[in-house]
């Protein structure tokens, strides 16, 4: 059964203070011992971060005192970076809540570290100030490195100033960076080590060059090598050894004089401390090999090197290292026409020379090779006499002549007036081919200049002499029309014998002009032995026929004399001018 209460109210009177004292307290005497406890709990807010005492830790769980009524717990996680955490430390704490459920403070140190670590990272970043960071693990493009209890990434390239290729070696390091960039809307941050060592390096640099001076000896380590030369470490500053500066004498390779990681000795040539380059020598450590050649080295004394360069003029010979000499191409054979020396000669090649002249001031040299052999030139006069005959081989044509050869190194040059007694050769070509042989005579020796004039139709009687009553002034003769120009045409006669008709001489009975190939009568106009010259006519042939002037008495003076003299002076009178004409230019052509 279910009794049923009345219900009543509570009296407004009642000293509820009192009755919980179950003392006699006074109400002054509870405020004071309230305000007491109050000061006795620390002011703390939530949001905001505090630093606490750890009181205990194990593998899990790190409680860490803040003053409240119960620690905090926190998990070890968050301590990884710190692996000498121990009880009694102070460590910082952000305040989520200050009473959990559980009635402890709810507290995270990751946190705290982080809103501190983000100040510090973007006062790092403008200050350039240098932090630690622990190397967490390796992943693409780099690794992450915990700062401050962020993560940051370290890319490949900012680990060193040399490529690095496995970053698991660096895994676990604690090592120093600068912060390069920072994102906190995506809460990214870029670290440097690289920039740290370039830093130290740029210093070293600077230092290094603030002292250095034109001449100064240094000690260095051959740091990398290259087609052009070899750069030299000299303890945080790099300088160049040109290729031509690392030894005297020619090479083809900095590898021929130094190693990478060898340590050696150069001396400063150069430097500029605005772009930072310092010119290095090696080879300037010892004497120039030109001081040290034998005094009693002179000219006309054999000397053996090895052909180091062959270029279009020469070959420069390296008779002892650094000491070079040139065999000029002209100095390298009597006999052969040498058009570059590697006809003769290859790079690497050990021949004999005989020294042609020397200036050791100048520190030049000149070479010989064909020295070695008599000059076959010497003996040239006895051995070719002006008068004498030989039969040559056809070298090469020019426009105004034939160069022929006898032998090796002899050559002569027949001129296009001693082709032919008669004949009028307008290019060499039209009277012989290249490598045809031909009877030739020596006409002049220049022992000097070595050169031999010869001629080929000395090699026959001149046939002027006994054609002068064949071909008498008045006497007709057939012949054929070869070439025809302007002024005339060319007529042949039989033994090679030309002749030559003006242009109005070639009009035949019939009006029409002579062509090239027909085979005419022609009459003789004049003959000039001295000038070698025969002017013809095959108009006249049948003109004088008409007048009754036989061929058998015509004479020279039977064309002053006829009937219709003036008509014939002027027709003379324009041989003569076209005789003349003609010596003119068969002169030009002899002075060619």
């Known amino acids: 059964m279910i009794t049923k209460y009345d219900e009543t109210k509570p009296n407004a009177d009642f000293d509820w203070d009192k009755y919980n004292r179950e003392s006699d307290i006074s109400a002054e005497q509870l405020e004071e011992e309230k305000k007491k406890y109050a000061e006795t709990i620390p002011n703390i807010n939530e949001d905001e971060i505090i630093t606490g005492k750890v009181i205990a830790m194990d593998k899990r769980e790190v409680k860490v005192d803040v003053g409240l009524r119960a620690p905090a717990v926190i998990p070890t996680s968050e301590f990884r970076y710190n692996k000498d955490l121990k009880v009694g430390d102070e460590v910082e704490v952000y305040v989520r809540k200050t009473e959990a459920k559980d009635g402890r403070p709810l507290l995270s140190h990751e946190d705290a570290m982080r809103d501190r670590a983000w100040k510090r990272i973007e006062e790092a970043l403008e200050t350039k100030e240098t932090i630690t960071g622990y190397i967490d693990k390796s992943i693409k493009g780099g690794m992450l490195v915990n700062i401050f209890g962020v993560n940051a990434f370290l890319p490949g390239s900012q680990i060193d100033v040399r490529p690095i290729r496995d970053f698991e070696e660096f895994v676990g390091k604690t090592m120093e960076f600068r912060v390069i960039k920072v994102n906190p ?19 070293q640099r600077a230092e290094i060059i603030s002292h250095l001076e034109k001449g100064q000896v240094l000690e260095g380590t051959v740091k990398n090598i290259t087609s052009y030369g070899a750069f030299i470490d000299l303890g945080g500053v790099d300088g160049l050894v040109h290729i031509t500066d690392l030894s005297w004498g020619r090479i083809n390779s900095p590898e021929e004089v130094v190693e990478i990681g060898q340590k050696i000795n150069v001396v400063v040539l150069d430097y ?4 930072k380059r310092i010119a290095l020598g090696l080879k300037q450590l010892t004497p120039h090999p030109w001081d040290a050649l034998e005094e009693g080295l002179q000219v006309g004394d054999k000397v053996t090197g090895k052909v180091v360069v062959l270029t279009d003029y020469g070959a420069f010979v390296e008779v002892k290292p650094g000491v070079e000499g040139l065999v000029h191409v002209s100095e390298m054979s009597w006999t052969k026409h040498v058009h570059h020396p590697s006809d003769l000669l290859k790079v690497g090649e050990e021949i004999e020379c005989v020294i042609l002249s020397i200036d050791r001031e100048e520190r030049k040299m000149s070479l010989g090779i064909r020295q070695l052999t008599p000059d076959p030139w010497e003996s040239i006069e006895e051995r070719y006499p002006i008068g004498s005959k030989h039969t040559a081989e056809v070298r090469n044509f020019t426009h105004f002549g034939i160069f022929v050869t006898f032998e090796d190194g002899i050559d002569g040059l027949i001129h296009i007036s001693d082709l032919s007694w008669t004949k009028k050769i307008k290019h060499p070509s039209d009277f012989t081919t290249i490598g045809s042989k031909i009877d030739v005579v020596v006409l002049d020796v220049d022992k000097e200049s070595r050169r031999l004039s010869l ?61 090239t190939g027909e085979e005419l009568d022609f009459k003789v106009l004049e003959f000039n032995r001295s000038a ?20 058998e008495t015509t004479t020279a003076a039977d064309f002053s004399n006829t009937p219709s003299a003036p008509a014939e002076k002027s027709t003379l009178g324009d041989l003569d001018a076209l005789a003349e004409l003609r010596e003119k230019m068969e002169d030009a052509e002899g002075q060619e």
Do not use: M
């Open 532 to 551: 070698k010259r025969i002017i013809v006519s095959h108009t006249r042939t049948y003109e004088d026929a008409a007048k009754g002037i036989s061929a």
């Open 455 to 515: 001629g080929h139709k000395q090699c026959t009687p001149d046939p002027w002499a006994s054609i002068e009553g064949v071909y008498a002034i008045g006497s007709v003769h057939k012949g054929k029309v070869g070439e025809i120009s302007a002024r005339g045409a060319v007529i042949n006669f039989p033994d090679e014998i030309e002749g030559f008709a003006p242009l109005k001489q070639l009009t035949k009975e019939d009006g029409a002009q002579a062509e």
């Open 272 to 275: 500029d401390e605005d772009r």
């Open 185 to 203: 809307d995506y809460h990214n941050v870029v670290v440097s080590h690289k920039a740290l060592i370039e830093e130290e390096l740029e210093a």
